[in-house]
Every structure is written in structure tokens, then in C-alpha cells.
């Protein structure tokens, strides 16, 4: 409202102003004309200047009030887990928040046993885009829509704990709005955020979220560090784009992906990789869908080809270097192979002339001892 605009609904005479949510505000009041075709009018002249008469109606003036401030927020309601960067409480889908209502009469004392209700806005994820899937339950009310609501009273001293959760969420941002069952219209309101691990916590993400940015895996006693695939909006030079559970990933051809990293892993690494991270427990998050697959730098025997690893089943496939696929980095490469050779049976061999001498040779990486081909 302005002072020109009338408040909708008008503040109505058997409750406080505290009680109607108007404590602390400045209203402009001025009388109601019942009959505004009779209204008292005034007819002034004058000597100079033209028009030199007019008539001018008597109406009442208007009036500023100023409403005392209450002591305390009448209602209000505030969630463990803060995270000041986004103004909200935040955990990762399938823990809980805890909020805690505190209803106050407007003298600042305690409103003992004060029924209250919980309802929630539409969720939207972290570019602001609304997503409803699977909303947030409090305690044993799942707010299905943004008119569902949790009733709950305070207790003796005016303080209630709600548990809020979201299993299998998005990875949304909710706002709960608390009001007074008795005057709803004394509200306040509390964010929360449940963050999922297959979304990274970018601003260019499009899901809130709490992916593994790097991942390790040890090979031939050696460990080495992977980074995960870059968002489309996160790449620059990426030549298509596959959408993976609500994110949207870069895709390179081989050439592209050899100039987006520093270190291209060979496919034994990442097949290393992905065994190490395939229980719940050790689970990155990272595109897996459709048994996705991973550019190597390891050569195919067909020139034009590259080895390719689908991250689901850790199976090592020839792709075309033209093919555009999903790209991790990796800090190191392979230590160079040293080959060693050893001839079975050991010598000195001694055979006459124009007979033969049957030998197996057999070719190892000198560290690793494993085979060469």
C-alpha cells in the first residue's frame, strides 16, 4: 500500500495491530465519505489571475499513524546448518534440519502453546528454475504442494522443533513459511537446501549440489589424482553437450579432449578409477548414465582410433576419434614401460647342426612386472 492505495485488508477494530502484523509500520488514515455525491464544498473568489473562482470540495485530511514497534518478532523460526553464502540452512539429501518456532505476544513474552502451520513455496534449483520432485517432508507431513500444510503447537515456554528432510531431492531450494494458526497473518520464513552428489557445487550448475571435485586411484603402487567433467557452461572449446541427471556436461572429441586437459589418463588408469569409486561409500556423482563413456589416451592399433571407458561397467571400447564423449583429467601419467626380457628355458643352449632349440620368451614392464605386448 501507499498513501494513496488502501490496504487490503483493512486492519479491523477487535484485534491489536501487533496481531495483524502492522506493529512498527506508518499507515496513512483519513475519513471515509459515505455520500460522495453531497460532499461539503467551499467557494473561494479572487481579484487576480484567471480562472479567479473555483469551488473546492471538504474532505476529511488524511492522518499519519505511527504504530508502536512489538518487542520481539510475534513469530519466528530459524534452522541449524547455516550456510551464510546462500542465506539458508544446508545439508545433503537424506540428512535432516532442524527448525526451531518461537511464538512471542507482542509485549515480548512468551505465547505458551500456540498452534502454528508450516506450508512451503515452490522449490527451485540453484539458477532459480522451479523443480517440485520429491518434496520436502516436515516432520511426518510430505508438503506435496505449496498449499499442504504441517500444524504444530509450541510448548510451555513458547518454543517448538520441527525435523525437516528430503529424501531423494533434486538438490532444490525450499522456503517454509511459519505462521500463527490464529493470526496468520504474523509469518516469518526460513530456507533450506538439500544438495545432491550428482550435481557439483558451481554456480553454473543448475541442481545444488555437493559432487567430488577430484577422485584417486592407486595403480602399481602409484596414486593419482582425477578431476571431474566439466558442466558445458563450465568448458570452453567443448563441441556437444549431453544432459545427465539435471546437469548438462561437456562433451569433446578426442582432439579436444587431448587440449582440454593437461594430462589425458590412459585407460588403464581410469579403469583403475572407476573400480576404486563404485560403492555407495566411494561413489563420486560423476556422469554415469547410459553406461557413459570416458576419452583415454591410449592408442587404438586402427589409426583415427582412442580406447574409450564406459564409467558404469569399467569395459574398455574402441572409439572413433571423431566421437564426442565425457572427459576427466588426470595429474600424472604412467611411468614409461622398461622392458624386460626372459627366455624359457635359461641357457646355454647347445643342439647340433640343423636341429632346433625351442625357447618361450616373455616381455614384463621391469617395474611392474606385469606384461608388455
Given amino acids: 500500500a501507499t498513501p494513496d492505495t488502501p490496504l487490503s485488508p483493512q486492519p479491523v477494530p477487535n484485534l491489536t495491530f501487533c496481531a495483524q502484523n502492522l506493529a512498527g509500520r506508518q499507515l496513512v488514515a483519513w475519513a471515509q465519505v459515505e455520500d460522495e455525491t453531497n460532499v461539503p464544498a467551499l467557494w473561494l473568489f479572487t481579484n487576480t489571475g484567471v480562472p479567479n473562482y473555483a469551488t473546492i470540495p471538504l474532505l476529511s485530511p488524511k492522518v499519519t499513524l505511527n504504530i508502536k514497534p ?5 513469530v519466528s523460526v530459524s534452522g541449524d546448518h547455516v550456510d551464510a553464502s546462500f542465506e539458508a540452512s544446508k545439508v545433503k539429501v537424506g540428512e535432516s534440519i ?4 518461537t511464538t512471542k505476544a507482542c509485549d515480548g513474552e512468551p505465547a505458551i502453546n500456540a498452534p502454528f502451520v508450516i506450508r512451503r513455496e515452490d522449490a527451485i534449483n540453484r539458477q532459480g528454475v522451479v523443480n517440485n520432485a520429491n518434496p520436502v517432508r516436515v516432520g511426518n507431513t510430505e508438503l506435496t504442494t505449496a498449499q499442504t500444510e504441517y500444524h504444530g503447537v509450541t510448548d510451555g515456554q513458547g518454543n517448538a522443533t520441527v525435523v525437516v528432510t528430503q529424501e531423494n531431492g533434486p538438490g532444490v531450494k525450499t522456503r517454509l513459511i511459519v505462521s500463527s494458526q ?7 520464513n526460513v530456507d533450506v537446501i ?3 552428489i550428482t550435481s557439483p557445487d558451481s554456480d553454473k550448475a543448475s541442481m545444488y549440489g555437493h559432487m567430488i571435485e577430484s577422485a584417486t586411484a592407486t595403480l602399481n603402487g602409484i596414486t593419482y589424482t582425477f578431476t571431474r567433467p566439466k558442466l558445458a557452461a563450465e568448458a570452453s572449446g567443448a563441441d556437444k553437450s549431453v544432459v545427465d541427471t539435471n546437469e548438462t556436461w561437456a562433451l569433446f572429441n578426442w582432439n579436444g579432449a587431448d587440449n582440454h586437459c593437461n594430462i589425458l589418463p590412459d585407460a588403464e ?3 583403475q578409477m572407476r573400480h576404486e569409486h563404485s560403492t555407495l561409500a566411494t561413489y563420486t556423482g560423476w556422469p554415469a548414465t547410459d553406461d557413459a563413456e570416458y576419452w583415454s589416451s591410449t592408442k587404438d592399433q586402427m589409426s ?4 574409450a571407458v564406459h564409467m558404469n ?4 571400447v574402441r572409439a572413433a576419434d571423431s566421437d564426442t564423449l565425457l572427459v576427466s583429467c588426470v595429474d600424472k601419467a604412467q611411468p614409461a614401460a622398461h622392458p624386460q626380457i626372459t627366455l624359457s628355458p635359461q641357457g646355454p643352449y647347445k643342439a647340433q647342426v ?14 611392474t612386472q606385469k606384461p608388455l605386448p
Fill in 194 to 196: 538439500f544438495t545432491t
Fill in 70 to 74: 512489538a518487542v520481539s518478532d510475534p
Fill in 98 to 101: 532442524t527448525l526451531t518456532v
Fill in 313 to 316: 561397467s569399467a569395459s574398455v
Fill in 182 to 188: 490464529n493470526y496468520p497473518t504474523l509469518t516469518d
Fill in 269 to 271: 588408469q581410469l579403469v
Fill in 354 to 367: 640343423g636341429e632346433s632349440i625351442d625357447l618361450t620368451m616373455t616381455v614384463v614392464d621391469r617395474d
Fill in 304 to 307: 583415427g582410433y582412442h580406447a
